[in-house]
């Protein structure tokens, strides 16, 4: 089996270890090795690109009206004057 060590690790996460340990009853290098396993072990996101991520925000909603095609229609440039 491999064997690594992680340096500078904050006073304050260490001491969350330590009580998670204590509260799961087990020793904080067998946690840290349990939140290690957990993380590999979850499902990678499906990538996608931002009009898959787009178009899941809007999937299920709908329309319930007919949208016309604008095909042969002549393009008109914005007007800004007053």
Known sequence: M????VRNIEDGVKARLQRRARRNGRSMEEEVRDILRS???????????????????????GI?????????????PASFDE
């Open 39 to 61: 993380a590999v072990n979850e499902a990678d996101p499906p990538a996608g690109g931002l009009g898959t991520e787009i178009a899941a925000l809007f999937a299920g909603t």
């Open 64 to 76: 319930d009206f007919e949208v016309p095609e604008l095909r042969g229609h002549r393009i008109k």
């Open 2 to 5: 491999a064997q690594f060590v």
